[in-house]
């Protein structure tokens, strides 16, 4: 089992995709999945990035997930489509217990304020984003960024329809 300690310095170290994992079209969703490696290029055994993002909606929403050991540890949802609200006990930091995300604004789930192991796969707390991303490439960028993962990552497709 892993330790809150070692999950803090995973997340803390520089960290790259294996290879050039490119988006795969899944429905009417692109999926893009990667295993992290390390400085030296050594893959980190359990730690996968995996964005997704639908086709065909006007506004092209997303999700990035670090996942460890099959567990999420950090997320981000750009411009999702429905609220979210954050459980009322630990490890959740008190400022964040029972708050709501409102639908269509973007929201980071940090492992800081979700800070147990294993972790459930829906998040107990999120966090609005100080600042909208502009872009889904835009929120990603800030995903990586904030996750100290190196990486170029291709647009998803997207083929806007109209909603009714």
Same mark, same amino acid.
């Given at each position: 089992?892993? +330790?809150?300690?070692? =999950?803090?310095?995973?997340?803390?170290?520089? *960290? +790259?995709?294996?290879?050039?994992?490119?988006?795969?079209?899944? %429905?009417?969703?692109? *999926?893009?999945?990667?295993?992290?490696?390390?400085?030296?290029?050594?893959? =980190?055994? %359990?730690?996968?990035? *995996?964005?997704?993002? #639908? =086709?065909?909606?006007? $506004?092209?929403?997303?999700?990035?997930?670090?996942? $460890?050991?099959?567990?999420?540890?950090?997320?981000?949802?750009?411009?999702?489509?429905?609220?979210?609200?954050? *459980?009322?006990?630990?490890?959740?930091?008190?400022?964040?217990?029972?708050?709501?995300?409102?639908?269509?604004? +973007?929201?980071?789930?940090?492992?800081?304020?979700?800070?147990?192991?294993?972790?459930?796969?829906?998040?107990?707390?999120?966090? $609005?984003?100080?600042?909208? #991303?502009?872009?889904?490439?835009?929120?990603?960028?800030?995903?990586?960024?904030?996750?100290?993962?190196?990486?170029?990552? #291709?647009?998803? #497709?997207?083929?806007?329809?109209?909603?009714?």
């Amino acid at each position: 089992m892993r +330790s809150l300690t070692e =999950i803090d310095g995973l997340l803390a170290a520089d *960290k +790259s995709l294996y290879g050039n994992p490119d988006w795969i079209e899944d %429905g009417s969703v692109a *999926k893009l999945a990667s295993p992290l490696v390390d400085l030296h290029g050594d893959i =980190i055994g %359990g730690l996968t990035l *995996k964005l997704s993002a #639908p =086709i065909e909606t006007m $506004l092209q929403r997303g999700t990035a997930v670090l996942i $460890l050991d099959r567990h999420p540890i950090q997320r981000l949802s750009f411009m999702p489509d429905h609220s979210h609200g954050n *459980k009322g006990k630990y490890p959740v930091p008190p400022e964040l217990r029972l708050r709501v995300a409102p639908a269509d604004r +973007s929201r980071i789930y940090r492992w800081v304020d979700n800070r147990a192991w294993p972790t459930e796969d829906n998040m107990g707390a999120a966090r $609005l984003l100080e600042t909208e #991303p502009a872009t889904l490439r835009d929120a990603f960028n800030l995903f990586l960024e904030t996750c100290v993962i190196s990486a170029y990552l #291709p647009d998803p #497709p997207h083929r806007p329809k109209l909603e009714f």
